[in-house]
C-alpha cells in the first residue's frame, strides 16, 4: 500500500513561528495524519484529547481568538440539567508562542443541579520529522538534542455548584537547541486601517496581518534579521522564491521585513558551482531545512531558476519604498554576475533549469510540481525548461540592477539595459503561439513552444518585457473564462487537456498568482479584468474564513457557487496572506520612486479608504481621492 500525504484543508492552525498546533475543528489533537504540535520542523506533541468522565464532549464551533490563539467550544451533554438544551459547555482556548503551547479550559455550569466531572487531557509524543508525515511514513524519530515537557498535571476532579465556572491550565514545552528557525522578532510592519465599500476587504486584510504577524521567523546566524516562512505546516521556514514574493507584497506596510529578507538570503548567496545542491555563485538559495532529519532534499538547497532575479528586484523596490540598500551592492553585483555565467547554460540567450542529479526538483520555477510544464495537448515538457515568466523577471532585474549600479556609482548599468532590450527581442521572436494569441508556457528541451495557457504569462505584465499592444493580447487572454472563470486566475486553461481543477499547478487557482497578475493588469490599464480577479479572491477569502489558502479548486464560478478546498494546501501561507496587501496597493495603484521625490496614484474604481501606510519611513494615507501626510519633497504624479 502506498503512503498518502495526510490532508490539511479541514485541520484548525494556531500559529507561532517557529511554532504550530494542528487540530481538528473540536479542538482534539488526534495521533492521526498531520495533526500535532511541531516546532522547527518536529513533531513535540502527537496527541492531546481532552475527555470529561472519559468521553469526549461534543464540538458546537472554534473562532480564532488573535494572533497565536484558538478557542473552541464544546458541550457536555450528559452532564447538568436532563434537558433539551445543554448545561455544561466547554471553552477550549488553546495559545501557542514559540516553543510552547498552552491551554485553559474552561467548565461553565448553567445547571441548576451540582455538576461532578473527572476532567482528562491524554498526551504523546513522537518526534517525528516534518518530511516523515508529510509523506505519511513511519519513522524510527530520533530525538537528538530535543527534550519536551508537558506539565504533568492533566488529571483533575471537578466540582461545579448551580451556576459556577472553573479553568483548567496545562502547557508544553519544547527545548531544540538544534533548530534552524528561530522566532523573528523584528521585520516589524505597520498595521493599516481599511474602510471599504465591500467589507470583505477589511475583514481579509485584518486576518492577513494577523496570520503574517505570526509567521515572521531568522535563525541562529542572523542577527535577528526576519523573514516570513513560507507557509503551515510543511514550509515553515526560509524559502527563497516565496520570502521574497511575500517581503516585496508587504513594502506598502514598511521596508523592514524586505530589508531582513534581503539580508538573510545574501548572506547564503551561492559561492561555488554544486550540482548535488543546485548552488552557483551568486545564487539565491530555494529552502533551508535542519540538517538532523532525514529529508528528500539538500538541508540547503539552491534549485530554483527565479530566487535571484526575485531578490535583484526585491532590492530594487525596496529602494524605492525608501529603504537603505546601500549595504547590499556587493550581493547584488555577484547575483548579476550569476545572471551573466550561469542562468543560460545552452548559450540560446535564454534562462533555463534541468536538475542533473535525478534528485533534485524537476521543475524549478514557481510551479515546480513534476507534471507542471505540459504541451496544450497535456504531454509533459522535457527539460532544459525555458519558462516565461522567468524571462520577464530577468528583464525586470536586467532593468533594476542597472538602475541600482548607476544610482551607487557602479559600473555596469549600460551593459544590463542591453542585456534586457536584446531579450524581449529573442523572447518575442520565440514565445508567442496560437498566431500570435498569447506567449507559450516555456521552451523546451528542442526548443519548442509549449503551448498551453497559463497563468505564467501573466507575471510578464508590468516587467516591461513586452509592448503595450502585447500586453493587451495578453489580458484578453486571461480573460477568458477558461481562464479567469472560477474564484481568481486558474493555473491552466480549461481548455487544455493538462486542466483538472484539483491540479497542484495544472487548474487550480493560487491566491499570490492571481493577485501578481491582478496587480500587473492594474498597472497596464486593464482595470475591468483586475476587478474581475479581486473579487474571485474576496470571494474565496470569505468561503474560507478571510485566511486565504496556498491554493484552492479551479471549478467555474457558474457550476459552484463557493470554491472547494484543495485537501492538502497550506494554510496560512505567506504569499497568500500577503497578497491582500497587494490587491490593496493595486486598488490604489500606489508606486513610490522616493529617491526621484515622486510617488505615483492612479486608484481603480472602488479604491477603499487606507491610512497607515509606510512610505520613505513617514505614514501616508489614501483618502479616497489623493495621499494623505505624504512628506515634503514627494509629489504625487498619475
Same mark, same amino acid.
Given at each position: 500500500?502506498?503512503?498518502?500525504?495526510?490532508?490539511?484543508?479541514?485541520?484548525?492552525?494556531?500559529?507561532?513561528?517557529?511554532?504550530?498546533?494542528?487540530?481538528?475543528?473540536?479542538?482534539?489533537?488526534?495521533?492521526?495524519?498531520?495533526?500535532?504540535?511541531?516546532?522547527?520542523?518536529?513533531?513535540?506533541?502527537?496527541?492531546?484529547?481532552?475527555?470529561?468522565?472519559?468521553?469526549?464532549?461534543?464540538?458546537?464551533?472554534?473562532?480564532?481568538?488573535?494572533?497565536?490563539?484558538?478557542?473552541?467550544?464544546?458541550?457536555?451533554?450528559?452532564?447538568?440539567?436532563? %434537558?433539551?438544551?445543554?448545561?455544561?459547555?466547554?471553552?477550549?482556548?488553546?495559545?501557542?508562542?514559540?516553543?510552547?503551547?498552552?491551554?485553559?479550559?474552561?467548565?461553565?455550569?448553567?445547571?441548576?443541579?451540582?455538576?461532578?466531572?473527572?476532567?482528562?487531557?491524554?498526551?504523546?509524543?513522537?518526534?517525528?520529522?516534518?518530511?516523515?508525515?508529510?509523506?505519511?511514513?513511519?519513522?524510527?524519530?530520533?530525538?537528538?538534542?530535543?527534550?519536551?515537557?508537558?506539565?504533568?498535571?492533566?488529571?483533575?476532579?471537578?466540582?461545579?455548584?448551580?451556576?459556577?465556572?472553573?479553568?483548567?491550565?496545562?502547557?508544553?514545552?519544547?527545548?531544540? +537547541?538544534?533548530?534552524?528557525?528561530?522566532?523573528?522578532?523584528?521585520?516589524?510592519?505597520?498595521?493599516?486601517?481599511?474602510?471599504?465599500?465591500?467589507?470583505?476587504?477589511?475583514?481579509?486584510?485584518?486576518?492577513?496581518?494577523?496570520?503574517?504577524?505570526?509567521?515572521?521567523?531568522?535563525?541562529?546566524?542572523?542577527?535577528?534579521? @526576519?523573514?516570513?516562512?513560507?507557509?503551515?505546516?510543511?514550509?515553515?521556514?526560509?524559502?527563497?522564491?516565496?520570502?521574497?514574493?511575500?517581503?516585496? *507584497? *508587504?513594502?506598502?506596510?514598511? @521596508?523592514?521585513?524586505?530589508?531582513?529578507?534581503?539580508?538573510?538570503?545574501?548572506?547564503?548567496?551561492?559561492?561555488?558551482?554544486?550540482?548535488?545542491?543546485?548552488?552557483?555563485?551568486?545564487?539565491?538559495?530555494?529552502?533551508?531545512?535542519?540538517?538532523?532529519?532525514?529529508?528528500?532534499? +539538500?538541508?540547503? $538547497?539552491?534549485? @530554483?531558476?527565479? #530566487?535571484?532575479?526575485?531578490?535583484?528586484?526585491?532590492?530594487?523596490?525596496?529602494?524605492?519604498?525608501?529603504?537603505?540598500?546601500? =549595504?547590499?551592492?556587493?550581493?547584488?553585483?555577484?547575483?548579476?554576475?550569476?545572471?551573466?555565467?550561469?542562468?543560460?547554460?545552452?548559450?540560446?540567450?535564454?534562462?533555463? $533549469?534541468?536538475?542533473?542529479?535525478?534528485?533534485?526538483?524537476?521543475?524549478?520555477?514557481?510551479?515546480?510540481?513534476?507534471?507542471?510544464?505540459?504541451?496544450?495537448?497535456?504531454?509533459?515538457?522535457?527539460?532544459? %525548461?525555458?519558462?516565461?515568466?522567468? &524571462?520577464?523577471?530577468?528583464?525586470?532585474?536586467?532593468?533594476?540592477?542597472?538602475?541600482?549600479?548607476?544610482?551607487?556609482?557602479?559600473?555596469?548599468?549600460?551593459?544590463?539595459?542591453? $542585456?534586457?532590450?536584446?531579450?524581449?527581442?529573442?523572447?518575442?521572436?520565440?514565445?508567442?503561439?496560437?498566431?500570435?494569441?498569447?506567449? #507559450?508556457?516555456?521552451?523546451?528541451?528542442?526548443?519548442?513552444?509549449?503551448?498551453?495557457?497559463?497563468?505564467? %504569462?501573466?507575471?510578464?505584465?508590468?516587467?516591461?518585457?513586452?509592448?503595450?499592444?502585447?500586453?493587451?493580447?495578453?489580458?484578453?487572454?486571461?480573460?477568458?473564462?477558461?481562464?479567469?472563470?472560477?474564484?481568481?486566475?486558474?493555473?491552466?486553461?480549461?481548455?487544455?487537456?493538462?486542466?483538472?481543477?484539483? =491540479?497542484?499547478?495544472?487548474?487550480?487557482?493560487?491566491?499570490?498568482? @492571481?493577485?501578481?497578475?491582478?496587480?500587473?493588469?492594474?498597472?497596464?490599464?486593464?482595470?475591468?479584468?483586475?476587478?474581475?480577479?479581486?473579487?474571485?479572491?474576496?470571494?474565496?477569502?470569505?468561503?474560507?474564513?478571510?485566511?486565504?489558502?496556498?491554493?484552492?479548486?479551479?471549478?467555474?464560478?457558474?457550476?459552484? =457557487?463557493?470554491?472547494?478546498?484543495?485537501?492538502?494546501?497550506?494554510?496560512? &501561507?505567506?504569499?497568500?496572506?500577503?497578497?491582500?496587501?497587494?490587491?490593496?496597493?493595486?486598488?490604489?495603484?500606489?508606486?513610490?520612486?522616493?529617491?526621484?521625490?515622486?510617488?505615483?496614484?492612479?486608484?481603480?474604481?472602488?479604491?477603499?479608504?487606507?491610512?497607515?501606510?509606510?512610505?520613505?519611513?513617514?505614514?501616508?494615507?489614501?483618502?479616497?481621492?489623493?495621499?494623505?501626510?505624504?512628506?515634503?519633497?514627494?509629489?504625487?504624479?498619475?
Amino acid at each position: 500500500m502506498r503512503s498518502l500525504q495526510p490532508l490539511l484543508h479541514d485541520l484548525v492552525p494556531t500559529i507561532a513561528a517557529p511554532t504550530i498546533a494542528l487540530s481538528g475543528p473540536d479542538g482534539q489533537i488526534r495521533p492521526a495524519g498531520v495533526q500535532g504540535v511541531f516546532h522547527a520542523d518536529r513533531r513535540i506533541l502527537s496527541a492531546a484529547v481532552l475527555r470529561l468522565d472519559a468521553q469526549e464532549p461534543s464540538p458546537i464551533g472554534w473562532a480564532s481568538a488573535g494572533p497565536g490563539a484558538t478557542r473552541f467550544v464544546s458541550v457536555a451533554r450528559w452532564l447538568g440539567d436532563e %434537558i433539551a438544551d445543554p448545561t455544561v459547555r466547554i471553552v477550549r482556548t488553546r495559545t501557542v508562542r514559540p516553543g510552547a503551547v498552552e491551554e485553559e479550559v474552561e467548565i461553565v455550569s448553567s445547571a441548576t443541579v451540582p455538576v461532578h466531572t473527572t476532567v482528562t487531557v491524554e498526551t504523546a509524543s513522537d518526534l517525528a520529522s516534518m518530511d516523515a508525515v508529510r509523506s505519511g511514513r513511519s519513522e524510527d524519530a530520533s530525538p537528538g538534542r530535543v527534550t519536551v515537557r508537558i506539565d504533568p498535571y492533566r488529571t483533575w476532579e471537578v466540582t461545579l455548584a448551580p451556576g459556577q465556572s472553573t479553568v483548567l491550565r496545562w502547557s508544553a514545552t519544547v527545548d531544540d +537547541p538544534d533548530a534552524v528557525m528561530l522566532p523573528g522578532l523584528r521585520g516589524s510592519f505597520s498595521v493599516p486601517g481599511v474602510r471599504a465599500r465591500d467589507r470583505r476587504v477589511e475583514r481579509l486584510v485584518a486576518q492577513s496581518l494577523d496570520d503574517l504577524a505570526a509567521l515572521r521567523l531568522t535563525t541562529p546566524i542572523d542577527d535577528g534579521d @526576519t523573514f516570513l516562512g513560507a507557509g503551515v505546516p510543511w514550509y515553515l521556514t526560509l524559502f527563497g522564491r516565496d520570502s521574497l514574493w511575500a517581503a516585496r *507584497m *508587504m513594502l506598502p506596510l514598511g @521596508t523592514d521585513l524586505a530589508l531582513g529578507t534581503l539580508r538573510v538570503l545574501a548572506r547564503r548567496q551561492g559561492e561555488k558551482v554544486d550540482p548535488e545542491t543546485g548552488e552557483a555563485p551568486g545564487k539565491i538559495m530555494h529552502e533551508l531545512r535542519r540538517s538532523d532529519v532525514a529529508y528528500r532534499l +539538500p538541508a540547503t $538547497y539552491y534549485g @530554483t531558476i527565479d #530566487a535571484t532575479l526575485l531578490w535583484i528586484s526585491l532590492m530594487h523596490d525596496t529602494w524605492r519604498w525608501g529603504g537603505q540598500v546601500s =549595504s547590499l551592492i556587493q550581493p547584488l553585483e555577484a547575483a548579476l554576475g550569476w545572471l551573466a555565467s550561469h542562468a543560460d547554460p545552452d548559450g540560446d540567450g535564454f534562462l533555463e $533549469y534541468i536538475d542533473t542529479t535525478g534528485r533534485g526538483l524537476a521543475n524549478q520555477g514557481w510551479k515546480d510540481s513534476g507534471d507542471a510544464v505540459r504541451f496544450h495537448d497535456g504531454r509533459l515538457a522535457e527539460p532544459p %525548461i525555458a519558462l516565461a515568466e522567468v &524571462q520577464g523577471y530577468a528583464y525586470r532585474a536586467a532593468l533594476d540592477g542597472a538602475a541600482l549600479l548607476d544610482a551607487f556609482g557602479r559600473p555596469g548599468g549600460d551593459r544590463w539595459r542591453s $542585456y534586457a532590450f536584446s531579450l524581449a527581442d529573442r523572447f518575442r521572436a520565440a514565445f508567442w503561439v496560437d498566431e500570435g494569441r498569447y506567449p #507559450a508556457l516555456a521552451l523546451d528541451r528542442d526548443k519548442r513552444p509549449v503551448d498551453s495557457l497559463t497563468s505564467n %504569462i501573466g507575471h510578464l505584465l508590468g516587467t516591461g518585457l513586452l509592448t503595450g499592444e502585447e500586453e493587451a493580447r495578453v489580458a484578453a487572454a486571461l480573460a477568458d473564462p477558461a481562464m479567469s472563470g472560477a474564484y481568481g486566475l486558474r493555473t491552466m486553461s480549461a481548455d487544455d487537456r493538462g486542466f483538472a481543477p484539483l =491540479s497542484y499547478h495544472c487548474g487550480s487557482v493560487w491566491a499570490h498568482d @492571481t493577485a501578481i497578475v491582478a496587480a500587473g493588469l492594474a498597472r497596464g490599464g486593464f482595470a475591468a479584468e483586475a476587478l474581475t480577479l479581486f473579487d474571485g479572491l474576496l470571494a474565496a477569502a470569505e468561503t474560507f474564513g478571510f485566511r486565504l489558502p496556498e491554493l484552492y479548486g479551479g471549478d467555474s464560478r457558474a457550476e459552484l =457557487s463557493r470554491p472547494v478546498a484543495y485537501p492538502a494546501a497550506c494554510h496560512p &501561507q505567506a504569499w497568500s496572506s500577503a497578497a491582500a496587501i497587494l490587491m490593496l496597493q493595486s486598488w490604489l495603484g500606489l508606486e513610490p520612486d522616493v529617491p526621484n521625490g515622486v510617488v505615483r496614484l492612479n486608484p481603480l474604481p472602488g479604491a477603499p479608504i487606507v491610512t497607515g501606510l509606510r512610505i520613505g519611513g513617514h505614514t501616508v494615507g489614501f483618502d479616497g481621492t489623493s495621499l494623505t501626510g505624504l512628506p515634503s519633497g514627494l509629489s504625487v504624479e498619475p
